[in-house]
């Protein structure tokens, strides 16, 4: 069973940056779907940023070109890299991927936006 794990969270002023990275136990991301979510105290889980399998990046409304999605196959790594970060964009991030028979989760990765 492929596991994802993410790291890269933490506690960053408003306007500021952080680069998240989700790694694979294994030679995922050269195929399937791939994506981030989050998951704010008391809303449901959105989308942040996606990639089919296909090569369509598909971002959230509320990401207005602040964030970028990419993988690095050869590290079996994801990454979202956040710019311009709003204490509305505290949350839990997770990583998924995911083909037509599974789907994994990694365990989240906490990012507060605070002065």
């Known amino acids: 069973q492929v596991q994802l794990a993410e790291s890269g969270g933490g506690l960053v002023p408003p306007g500021g940056s952080l680069r998240l990275s989700c790694a694979a136990s294994?030679?995922?991301?050269?195929?399937?779907?791939v994506g981030w979510f989050r998951e704010a105290p008391g809303k449901e889980r959105e989308l942040v940023a996606a990639?089919?399998?296909?090569?369509?990046?598909t971002y959230g409304d509320f990401v207005k070109g602040r964030f970028t999605i990419s993988r690095d196959t050869g590290r079996n790594t994801m990454y979202l890299q956040m710019n311009s970060l709003k204490p509305e964009d505290t949350a839990v991030y997770s990583c998924?991927?995911?083909?037509?028979?599974?789907?994994?989760w990694g365990q989240g990765t906490l990012v507060t936006v605070s002065s």
């Open positions: 990639v089919t399998a296909g090569g369509t990046t």
């Open positions: 998924m991927w995911g083909d037509s028979d599974s789907e994994v």
């Open positions: 294994g030679s995922i991301f050269s195929n399937g779907a």
